[in-house]
């Protein structure tokens, strides 16, 4: 009989095996205990890329202070506050138990900064251990523009929204901004507001027209958040959308025996007439107003009386372009004037 022999390798493969597990198991340990290396820290976060208005809390081994010290606001300067940061931060403190400490800022982080935590010298905890030395490392990105929304307005004018990752100056982006239509011709525009903010507002005087438009919003580069240091945008940056019109009804006012129906596109008072309903019921007559994108609705209407007007969708203007959604408002018939 012929005797065959296996070679086990399974000795082999399960040292392979527990080698490369005991380095996962040392990666995951490593990435977790970063902070927790800080001799007295268990934890420190947010590290790495934070928000310009993050909050960040530090929980100790042991004991800091002792309990009735806790749910105390205390500031920069103050013996208890156990951090500093460079470079400077404007924030308050607050020991939320004898060994978790939160900060809270009082104005925003400036963008595009290297920050640090850093654990004041000499410090030790209740039982007289020392703390540290270490220090956390956090920093902010630069100034983006994160997206562009617009659509046409009831006010024959285009509105844009403008959105960014830190709040930014509107006078200061007037600097910076240009609104292009689609020939690449500059478009005088006005900014909504003057209030730094992460949305920024801001209309475009338009012709009305029935067809899509194409609109071009640039930002040059160096363009700063609403705190001036810290790095700034980075490149230009560029974001066209398209708008597409819509028929919109954009007044409804009563008068002695009518009511005024104005809308942002010429329509044509024989092919709205199935589209438009009144209650209570009433009978009403419509005709062309003094402009093409007027009605009067003309009917049996009191003074005092309260009516509702039902536009519904589907009705067109002379343009082919529709009522997308269903409209509804009330009315009440104003007072006949004294003669």
């Known amino acids: 009989m012929t005797k065959i022999k296996i070679k086990n ?10 080698s490369l597990m005991f380095l996962l198991f040392m990666l995951i340990f490593t990435a977790q205990v970063d902070a927790a290396s800080v001799q007295g820290v268990q934890s420190f976060t947010p590290t790495g890329s934070v928000a310009d208005n993050v909050n960040f809390r530090i929980t100790f081994r042991n004991p800091m202070i002792n309990r009735k010290d806790a749910g105390k606001a205390i500031d920069l300067y103050n013996d208890n506050f156990p ?26 982080l400036k963008m595009g900064v290297n920050y640090e ?3 004041k010298d000499g410090l030790r905890d209740k039982r007289g251990g020392r703390v540290g030395p270490g220090s956390f490392k956090f920093y902010t990105e630069g100034l983006a523009a994160t ?44 900014i909504e507001g003057s209030l730094p903010s992460k949305s920024v507002q801001l209309s475009v005087p338009i012709a009305r027209s029935a067809s899509r ?44 025996d009518l ?9 044509d008072p024989a092919q709205v007439k199935n589209f438009i309903n009144i209650e209570p019921k009433v009978n009403y007559s419509i005709e ?13 209407f009191k003074p005092r009386d309260r009516f509702v007007i039902n536009m519904k969708r589907g009705l067109p203007s002379r343009t082919g372009l529709v009522l997308r959604n269903d409209v509804k408002q009330a009315v009440i018939m104003p007072d006949l004037d004294s003669q």
């Not at 399974?10 to 040292?15: K, Q």
């Open 9 to 18: 390798n399974f000795g082999a493969y399960g040292a392979l095996l527990a």
């Open 83 to 108: 951090l500093e940061f460079k470079p400077a931060i404007e924030g308050e403190g607050k020991w939320v138990n004898e060994r978790t400490f939160t900060v809270r800022l009082l104005s925003p």
């Open 117 to 119: 935590a850093k654990l």
């Open 147 to 190: 997206d562009v929304k617009a659509f046409i307005g009831r006010d024959e004018r285009a509105h844009f929204n403008l959105s960014f990752n830190t709040r930014v100056d509107p006078n200061r982006l007037k600097g910076y901004l240009q609104v292009l239509d689609e020939n690449n011709n500059s478009l005088s525009y006005n």
């Open 213 to 256: 438009r194409k609109f071009t919003v640039k930002i040059a580069a160096g363009m700063s958040g609403s705190n001036s240091e810290g790095s700034g945008l980075a490149s230009d940056f560029a974001r066209t959308v398209a708008i597409d019109p819509v028929l919109l009804l954009t007044n409804l006012e009563p008068g002695e």
């Open 259 to 267: 009511i005024r129906a104005y809308f942002n596109f010429d329509v």
């Open 288 to 300: 062309s107003g003094w402009m093409n994108n007027m009605l009067f609705i003309r009917g049996d």
